[in-house]
T-cell receptor, first 113, second 113 residues
Framework: QQQVKQSPQSLIVQKGGISIINCAYE??????FPWYQQFPGKGPALLIA?????SEKKEGRFTISFNKSAKQFSLHIMDSQPGDSATYFC????????????FGKGTTLSVSS | DTAVSQTPKYLVTQMGNDKSIKCEQN?????MYWYKQDSKKFLKIMFS???????INETVPNRFSPKSPDKAHLNLHINSLELGDSAVYFC????????????FGPGTRLTVL
């Protein structure tokens, strides 16, 4: 049973374009929604995260949009750069100590120059 | 000043062997985790420890046994290795005040022949 559904599986964007990755969750107990970025041969690194009390969070070129009623959240990468080419994972957790992150299946982003 | 480190980075072994992967974090975090990333890049929790106590033990074969000698270390021992155990294993840690924010190690690529 997949609790966090992520789409698309892969994405190709032109340099300078906007990359959009979507996720949907099922468990209403989730209250923390991070995005992780993973480069080949490296571990996932926290990119940006949001909690349900806000609908949007922006850090530089990265923005999370959150829709609690629809149980959906998305990552927008503005002015996408070739260095952004990586695999992006959305995740969710319920905020207890030791609680696991439940990950989406990942989106492989390629930014062409 | 490595935050979460794992050894070895690569591990190639024969079916039936027993192997261990070591993880250390120097961030002073209370909680540590093991995740498995399969060939399709899907990340799934295996175990979590909070202050040396087992919190999460997902449906993982009992051939896998985590050991936490102290708060800074969480090792993974695998008995009777099988072909299906081939994957990348990631250790992660999180602080007590931000239980959701998990920092991942560089991963150990295990190949079972």
């Amino acid at each position: 049973q997949q609790q966090v559904k992520q789409s698309p599986q892969s994405l190709i964007v032109q340099k300078g374009g906007i990359s959009i990755i979507n996720c949907a969750y099922e468990n209403t107990a989730f209250d923390y929604f991070p995005w992780y970025q993973q480069f080949p041969g490296k571990g996932p690194a926290l990119l940006i995260a949001i909690r349900p009390d806000v609908s949007e969070k922006k850090e530089g070129r990265f923005t999370i949009s959150f829709n609690k009623s629809a149980k959906q959240f998305s990552l927008h990468i503005m002015d996408s750069q070739p260095g952004d080419s990586a695999t992006y994972f959305c995740a969710a957790s319920s905020g207890q100590a030791g609680t696991a992150l439940i990950f989406g299946k990942g989106t492989t982003l390629s930014v062409s120059s | 000043d490595t935050a979460v480190s794992q050894t070895p980075k690569y591990l190639v072994t024969q079916m039936g062997n027993d192997k261990s992967i070591k993880c250390e974090q120097n961030l002073g975090h209370d909680t540590m985790y093991w995740y498995k990333q399969d060939s399709k890049k899907f990340l799934k929790i295996m175990f979590s420890y909070n202050n040396k106590e087992l919190i999460i033990n997902e449906t993982v074969p009992n051939r896998f046994s985590p050991k936490s000698p102290d708060k800074a270390h969480l090792n993974l021992h695998i008995n009777s290795l099988e072909l299906g155990d081939s994957a990348v294993y990631f250790c992660a840690s999180s602080p007590a005040n931000l239980v959701d924010t998990q920092y991942f190690g560089p991963g150990t690529r295990l190949t079972v022949l």
